[in-house]
């Protein structure tokens, strides 16, 4: 099993990352374009209307964790015939939340819109009319999760791949639309992602219909199979809330306090995040249904492994390719944007930093949920999230500058990190101590040392051409992928990659 359930990891990894390249390459682009064609201010008024959706809309990540984490443990148990009552009760709640969400969205959304954000003169209709489109979206977006959430359990990842390249290339048509509809922009672009939201709604929904038969909808209605979902729910629940808080939050404060502007700056700094941590994404996804089924089969052991590897994994594949972005900032988004906003490139360095800290969050947090002992956990997470929200509302108050508080929130998670640890040993005997040695140290090592190692050559040539940059970045690459095979691995993970390279090395002889 451990030998099948790696190579599929492998296999799924790879697809994933395919993906994520080519959509990482649109990404960028598009970014690039939007913010040209709509101009620093729209921009700003963009990030900061999904903000406001993303504070209502925070139930829709509770209650996808929540399916997808019942879906996987019925598997898991080889329950087979209760996948299609899990799905079609997990549907009906989604079904409920969406309409309390757009109820919320309507009314007390739609009136912070109007009155508490600082939108621009002149910009107050197009700003409600993206918001109108935004909370349609979300509510379209909290339907198609369940099906998502199917796909992945199936392991599926090739056809989450192909969704994704087709949802990025409809993108990037929006972006050849923007430059030749001569209307407002931002009302353009609003309705042109609604477009695309509903063709991407039409590929999951079809295709899980077609291939797998728990997809389909009954009519059915099982109140202790509800009160379970929500009741595992209501603790993610929590946790989403704040987190949101801290992130779609903060958004609205740095608007309240600031400007705009300095929302367009946050929204450059999140893309290049999501960008980075797609990356480490990959990998949790393709491992993410290995530790709650192996957890579920009472293989508790391989449960923790794959939680030790992809902990390491994704705090490495995230620092390798962040390394070169942080020490060349200034000149990388220059190259990219043709108007870069300010403290851009200070945010994104912060940003970077507090993502590379949380990339051990999801692995830990999956041996949670196949337990099925995420109270505490949720509510380790949510006084993390409101002392960052907190510290940063009081900061501002006292006229500190903007970027205080991604200082904060980088103290804050790195502290939090142990908290989850010890709640986790507490709940579920997890092995703190023997986490530390074999995840913690090589990781803090690893960055240490390779972070030195990059900046070096900064400090004798200053990279301003694109060459140097090239160059620059295979010195990093390079060093930390040195560091990562002589301190961040182990001997299991060092034969693992031996055996893998052999294998591929036979194939291509054979050929």
Known sequence: MSVESNNRIAKNTIVLYIRTLF???????????????????????????????????????????????????????GRLDNLKRVFSMSFYCFLLVSVISLVLAESVGLWFVENKLNIPNGRIDAAVFMYHCTVFMFVV?????????????????SIYAYFSIIDALLKLFIVYLLTIIPIDKLKLYALLLVGVNLTMTACYVVYCYKKFPESHIVKIWDKALMQKIFSFSGWMLIGTVTNVLSTQGI??????????????ARGIAVQVYGAVSSLAGNFLVAVQPQIVQSYASCDVQHSYKLVFSSSKLSAFLTFTIALPIMLNADYILNLWLVDVPDMAPLFVNLVIIDFIITTAY?????????????????????????IIFGLSWVAFRFGSPVQTTFIIAIIVDFLGLFARLVVLHHDTKFPVVRYCKQVIAPILTVLILSWFIGYLPTLMIRVDNFLLLIVHAIICVFATAVLIWLIGTDSAEKLLVRNAITKVTNNLKRQ
């Open 23 to 77: 959509i990482m390459v649109v990404t960028l682009y598009t970014g690039r374009v939007i913010l040209d064609v709509l101009g620093v201010s729209d921009y700003g008024v963009y990030n900061v209307i999904a903000g406001v959706t993303g504070l209502i809309g925070f139930l829709r990540g509770a209650l996808g964790s929540s399916a997808q984490r019942f879906i996987n443990y019925e598997m898991g148990c």
């Open 141 to 157: 977006n909290m339907l198609i999760i369940p099906f998502h959430s199917d796909i992945i359990a199936h392991e599926e990842m």
């Open 251 to 264: 958004n609205m404060l740095i608007n309240i306090f600031f400007n705009p502007i300095y929302n367009a």
């Open 362 to 386: 999801a692995p830990i947090f999956n041996i949670a949920q196949a337990a099925n002992k995420v109270r505490n956990y949720e509510l380790v997470v949510s006084v993390s999230f409101i």
